[in-house]
Every structure is written in structure tokens, then in C-alpha cells.
């Protein structure tokens, strides 16, 4: 009866990459893509295109040069290229950024080096009703007019 259960669980566990956790320890430098579910502590140096669904975490010693595609990234250290993070992005004291970023929500401490071309998901959303965006006016105000 509850050996189902169970099973239902370890399966479903087995299959979530977002919990896992990879570590690029400091002295090692990877040229090339990585490709991951899983998300990320960086400390050594990565060059090329790194595209992950989970969260990405560059310490001091990090450094990211090229593309980095992930939905949350903390950074510490450098990066340098084009950076898209689909939620947040949050930069600490000691953190370097140069490039083109794209992020869902960006946090900046004070101390920290942002020299990007930034552009955020969603942020135009709630500026104007979507009835008076392509216009100007009300779309209800059009065609309502007497008829003669």
C-alpha cells in the first residue's frame, strides 16, 4: 500500500536536475558549450556557450566569457559576453559585468561593476492598458458612435 507511494517519489526525485548542484573549482578553465539541467558553483573559468535550466552561482575567483543562458545567477566574480537569465539576477559587491544582459528581475549591490546594455523581460507590461497601446485612445471609444 505505501511501498506505491514511495516509488512514486524516488522516480519523481530522480528526475528533477534542478536540485543537483556542479562545481567548476577554482584553477579550472573549460573551452567549449555545457549543456545542464542542473544548476552551477563557479570558481574556475568557463569560455564559450553555458546554457542551464537551474541557478548559476559564480564566486569571486569565477569567470563566465561568452553566453550564459539560466533562470537565476548570483555573481561574485566576472563576466563578460552576453548574459541572459530568465529571473533574477543578482549582482554582489565584488562582481564585474560587461556585455548585453537580458533578466526577469535584476538586484545590484552597492560596489558592484555593471558596464551593460540591459534590457528587462516584462517590465513594460503594466505601463498602459492594452486597449490604448497600438493607439493611443481607448479602443471602446472607436465605433460606438449614433448611427444616423
Given at each position: 500500500?505505501?511501498?506505491?507511494?514511495?516509488?512514486?517519489?524516488?522516480?519523481?526525485s530522480?528526475a528533477?536536475?534542478?536540485?543537483?548542484?556542479?562545481?567548476?573549482?577554482?584553477?579550472?578553465?573549460?573551452?567549449?558549450?555545457?549543456?545542464?539541467?542542473?544548476?552551477?558553483?563557479?570558481?574556475?573559468?568557463i569560455?564559450?556557450?553555458?546554457?542551464t535550466?537551474?541557478?548559476?552561482?559564480?564566486g569571486?575567483?569565477?569567470?563566465?566569457?561568452?553566453?550564459?543562458?539560466?533562470?537565476?545567477?548570483?555573481?561574485?566574480?566576472?563576466f563578460?559576453?552576453n548574459l541572459?537569465?530568465?529571473?533574477?539576477?543578482?549582482?554582489?559587491p565584488?562582481?564585474?559585468?560587461?556585455?548585453?544582459?537580458?533578466?526577469?528581475?535584476?538586484?545590484?549591490?552597492p560596489?558592484?561593476?555593471?558596464?551593460?546594455?540591459?534590457?528587462?523581460?516584462?517590465?513594460?507590461?503594466?505601463?498602459?492598458?492594452?486597449?490604448?497601446?497600438?493607439?493611443g485612445?481607448?479602443q471602446?471609444?472607436?465605433?460606438?458612435?449614433?448611427?444616423?
Amino acid at each position: 500500500m505505501f511501498s506505491d507511494n514511495k516509488k512514486g517519489r524516488d522516480q519523481g526525485s530522480s528526475a528533477d536536475f534542478s536540485r543537483n548542484q556542479n562545481k567548476i573549482s577554482e584553477g579550472t578553465k573549460i573551452v567549449g558549450d555545457i549543456i545542464s539541467e542542473g544548476g552551477f558553483r563557479i570558481e574556475g573559468t568557463i569560455e564559450g556557450t553555458f546554457k542551464t535550466t537551474g541557478k548559476v552561482v559564480v564566486g569571486r575567483s569565477g569567470f563566465i566569457q561568452g553566453t550564459l543562458e539560466c533562470s537565476d545567477a548570483d555573481f561574485e566574480g566576472k563576466f563578460s559576453g552576453n548574459l541572459n537569465v530568465s529571473n533574477t539576477l543578482s549582482l554582489k559587491p565584488t562582481a564585474h559585468i560587461e556585455g548585453e544582459v537580458t533578466v526577469g528581475k535584476l538586484a545590484v549591490e552597492p560596489g558592484a561593476n555593471f558596464n551593460a546594455s540591459c534590457s528587462m523581460k516584462g517590465g513594460v507590461k503594466s505601463l498602459s492598458k492594452p486597449s490604448e497601446q497600438k493607439t493611443g485612445q481607448p479602443q471602446t471609444a472607436q465605433g460606438q458612435g449614433k448611427s444616423a
